[in-house]
């Protein structure tokens, strides 16, 4: 079974960090490109940053450039995002996902969002 | 940065009613890769459609999409009490890769 997990999330202070972790299964996590979603109380979809099959090709969100680090293990299977100066804005539930092979990059491919976990629940907040 | 703008915001129907979602983009999505997403509370979005109409694993046919360059719709033939959710499209040809604001299926 092809399965995504989120860990990580909880009630951080404005200024704050925090690392969510998603852990993957049932499919060959480095030949996949990953990215994280939010999205906050009420509101839509929103992505937040992507990493290219094995690590090469990093994009974030405006919103979060600078703030945010993606990375992955393809040793463990698993995704992560390191998340400083948290503000209220981003609160949210985080979810990670998995990129089908649509289109090539060079040594990457991007695609619909086809496997996504669970979610974990960052709050921002005092 | 690709604005996706869907219409409407809610739809309130019956079951057995037939639905068609709009998904329209500020610019041409390169080779239509533009993706649905369907979304239960509490849940996770689920993936129902990619490069416009093809319906991922598991998706019943009456679920169905069709459009190009800005323009764009997901079609529910005849809705059914577990499709009653909110659908999101999605363009994934162009970084950003960018969600529409999402439409809510309700029952009437």
């Known amino acids: 079974e092809v399965k995504l997990e989120e860990s990580g999330g909880g009630l951080v202070q404005p200024g704050g960090s925090g690392r969510l972790s998603c852990a993957a299964s049932?499919?060959?996590?480095?030949?996949?490109?990953m990215i994280w979603v939010r999205q906050a109380p009420g509101k839509g979809l929103e992505w937040v940053s992507f990493?290219?099959?094995?690590?090469?090709?990093?994009y974030y969100a405006d919103s979060v450039r600078g703030r945010f680090t993606i990375s992955r293990d393809d040793a463990k299977n698993s995704l992560y995002l390191q998340m400083t100066s948290l503000r209220a804005e981003d609160t949210a539930v985080y979810y990670c996902?998995?990129?089908?092979?649509?289109?090539?990059?060079?040594?990457?491919?991007?695609?619909?969002?086809?496997?996504w976990g669970h979610g974990t629940t960052v709050t921002v907040s005092s | 940065e690709i604005v996706l703008t869907q219409s409407p915001g809610t739809l309130s129907l019956s079951p057995g009613e037939r639905v068609t979602l709009s998904c329209r983009a500020s610019?041409?999505?390169?080779?239509?890769?533009v993706a649905w997403y369907q979304q239960k509370i509490g849940q996770a979005p689920r993936l129902l459609m990619s490069?416009?109409?093809r319906r991922a694993t598991g998706i019943p046919d009456r679920f169905s999409g069709r459009g190009a360059g800005t323009d764009f719709t997901l079609t529910i033939s005849r809705l059914e009490p577990e499709d009653f959710a909110v659908y999101y499209c999605?363009?994934?040809?162009?970084?950003?890769?960018?969600f529409g604001q999402g439409t809510k299926v309700e029952m009437k």
């Open positions: 049932g499919f060959f996590f480095s030949s996949f490109s």
């Open positions: 990493i290219g099959s094995r690590g090469s090709t990093i």
């Open positions: 996902a998995k990129m089908g092979q649509e289109l090539w990059f060079g040594n990457y491919s991007t695609g619909a969002m086809d496997v």
């Open positions: 999605q363009q994934y040809g162009l970084s950003p890769w960018t």
């Open positions: 490069a416009t109409s």
């Open positions: 610019q041409s999505i390169s080779s239509s890769y």
